[in-house]
């Protein structure tokens, strides 16, 4: 077991449940690279392990996910690590689309679809903010457990960008509903996305661990090589239904969009920054 506080990352093994914690709660699990490739390590940790049957994905202190980082005192976007998501080159000696592209394509949309892609069922317990980088993180788990105070949001259209690089919108909330999302850019509470289907369960907060470990050793009680055909199965399936072309194409509007926010402002991010997302307060 590891679990040090100075570790972006903690990981704990319970009964055959390996719970993966993000783990930067002064700044909401803000996910650096550091973070996302701690992840990679645990999530592959958890998969070789043949004790472990299923894995969740927490989030320490008060929040599940803020997102991306885009400006904590550890951003690390320019530091470069060994890709293990896509073959591609390294990001950090390019400049303009070929870094961004390059860099997105690995430790964003690359990773999510590495982890959707786990053998092993994956569980998100969600409390608090899950936001943008966030709801990517809870999407590529086949289930998602939140406590009543959670809610989530994708403000980057406020950002001039049509939705988070992972963009499965409108297969996990349906058409509309992922149109009201990103046209307001506000948040909508833990009821609401249960009511889509995006969430599995809404619990108290304090029933949050207990009630995400219950359904965590009641799956594990299934046989493992089941329960990864019965994963890669929906998966398929749902690739099938577009989402796979669907994000590819969309990715290709997401690096136009940070384009043409470089080209008319000199900054990809069209000069939106975590305080400006904070002042989001839309509820729904």
């Known amino acids: 077991m590891t679990n040090a506080a100075d570790d972006v990352v903690t990981y704990e093994v319970r009964a055959g449940v390996a719970v993966v914690t993000m783990n930067r709660p002064e700044y909401r699990n803000a996910q650096n690279s550091r973070m996302t490739y701690a992840l990679d390590a645990a999530f592959e940790r958890a998969v070789v392990d043949e004790g ?119 297969w996990i909330l349906g058409p509309r509903f992922a149109k009201e999302v990103l046209f307001t850019g506000g948040r909508f509470s833990a009821e609401r996305a249960y009511e889509v289907g995006m969430v599995n369960r809404v619990v108290p907060k304090h029933e949050l661990e207990q009630a995400t470990l219950d359904i965590a050793r009641q799956i594990a009680a299934m046989p493992p090589f089941g329960l990864a055909l019965a994963k890669r199965a929906v998966n398929q399936c749902e690739d099938q239904m577009g989402l796979r072309a669907g994000m590819d194409a969309v990715f290709g509007l997401h690096h136009f969009a940070h384009a043409h926010n470089a080209e008319i402002g000199g900054d990809s991010l069209g000069g939106v920054d975590v305080k400006s997302i904070a002042r989001q307060r839309v509820q729904r």
Request: charged share 20%; aromatic share 10%.
């Open 52 to 170: 472990v049957r299923v894995i969740v994905l927490a989030g320490s202190g008060n929040h599940f996910s803020a997102g991306h980082d885009i400006g904590t005192p550890d951003r690390d976007h320019h530091i470069s690590y060994d890709n293990r998501a896509v073959l591609w080159w390294d990001h950090v000696d390019k400049e303009g689309g070929d870094q961004r592209y390059a860099r997105e394509m690995e430790v964003y949309l690359g990773m999510c679809r590495r982890w959707r892609e786990i053998p092993k069922p994956t569980i998100a317990m969600v409390q608090g903010a899950c936001i943008a980088g966030g709801l990517m993180l809870a999407w590529v788990c086949d289930v998602i457990v939140a406590s009543s105070d959670a809610f989530f949001s994708d403000p980057v259209v406020g950002m001039g960008i049509p939705g988070v690089e992972y963009f499965a919108h409108p």
